[in-house]
Structures are given as structure tokens and as C-alpha cells.
């Protein structure tokens, strides 16, 4: 989650674009991952590729979106049950 947070704020990565996307879509991309940093963030970038441009400019990553890139439902992981 650390790397996908570096990933969205770095001028070097997506920080200069705004991004709109949930914690628990950043939670399910790590989970999809399962540790590998390199699939973490080819999963953001083409998940933010294909996110919806706003009129503001920003891009809107939605569950749909990342299950669209993933190939996968999103089950999210609840830590409180």
C-alpha cells in the first residue's frame, strides 16, 4: 500500500495528475498482487489509463475499472469482520 501511495503523490509516478480512487480499491489492488511491487503498479497505471476522465480533469478509478483490468470480482478484505 506504501508503494501505491508513492505511486499517486511522486511527481516520478502519477502525481501530477489527480486521481480519485478509493482505499479499499488500493487495498484489493496489493491484495491482487500479493506482494509482487512490479504487478502492483501496472495494475494502478492501467487502471488509472482507463479510468474515467472527469470534467475537472481528474480520473475516477472505479470497482468496475479495476475489475475490468484484473479480470477478477473485487472480494474485498474487511478487516473489522
Keep these: 500500500l506504501e508503494l501505491l501511495h508513492h505511486a499517486l503523490t511522486s511527481k516520478k509516478g502519477l502525481g501530477n495528475s489527480t486521481i480519485n480512487i478509493e482505499e479499499r480499491l488500493l487495498q484489493a489492488i496489493s491484495v491482487f498482487a500479493n506482494g509482487d511491487a512490479r504487478t502492483a503498479l501496472n495494475t494502478l497505471d492501467m487502471a488509472v489509463l482507463n479510468g474515467r476522465i472527469?470534467?475537472?480533469?481528474?480520473?475516477?478509478v472505479t470497482e468496475e475499472t479495476l475489475e475490468q483490468c484484473t479480470g477478477q470480482k473485487m472480494l474485498l478484505y474487511d478487516r473489522n469482520g
Aim: net charge negative.
Design 54 to 60: 472527469e470534467p475537472d480533469g481528474s480520473i475516477t
